[in-house]
């Protein structure tokens, strides 16, 4: 079974950056699509980025593309997710996940957050 543990997260202020890294364990990771989704205070759990089991895709939801770059280390059992050019409204708990398909629906498995906030 994969175990997922988020860090990187914090406050900043509008237009700066983060990067969030996402440590796992156990082999079977490395032959996952893994992911980012965010949940806003009030809101549902939305898609942020998915990233195929070999780095080779990647998918991004519109209000973060351009901004957000998501990768993966599988020698390292780590998943990355660059946030540039941050704004209030990506203020959210991050969390990331895996699934053995690759898709933008729900991962099979979770972490337990990393809390973002981005404020003046």
């Known amino acids: 079974q994969v175990q997922l543990v988020e860090s990187g997260g914090g406050l900043v202020q509008p237009g700066g950056s983060l990067r969030l890294s996402c440590a796992a364990s156990?082999?079977?990771?490395?032959?996952?699509?893994l992911g980012w989704f965010r949940q806003a205070p009030g809101k549902e759990r939305e898609f942020v980025a998915v990233?195929?089991?070999?780095?080779?895709?990647?998918t991004y939801a519109d209000s973060v593309k351009g901004r957000f770059t998501i990768s993966r280390d599988n020698a390292k059992n780590t998943l990355y997710l660059q946030m540039n050019s941050l704004k209030p409204e990506d203020t959210a708990v991050y969390y990331c996940?895996?699934?053995?398909?690759?898709?933008?629906?729900?991962?099979?498995?979770w972490g337990k957050g990393t809390l973002v906030t981005v404020s003046s």
């Open positions: 996940g895996g699934r053995p398909s690759y898709s933008t629906d729900a991962m099979d498995y």
């Open positions: 156990g082999r079977t990771f490395r032959s996952h699509a």
């Open positions: 990233i195929s089991w070999n780095g080779v895709s990647t």
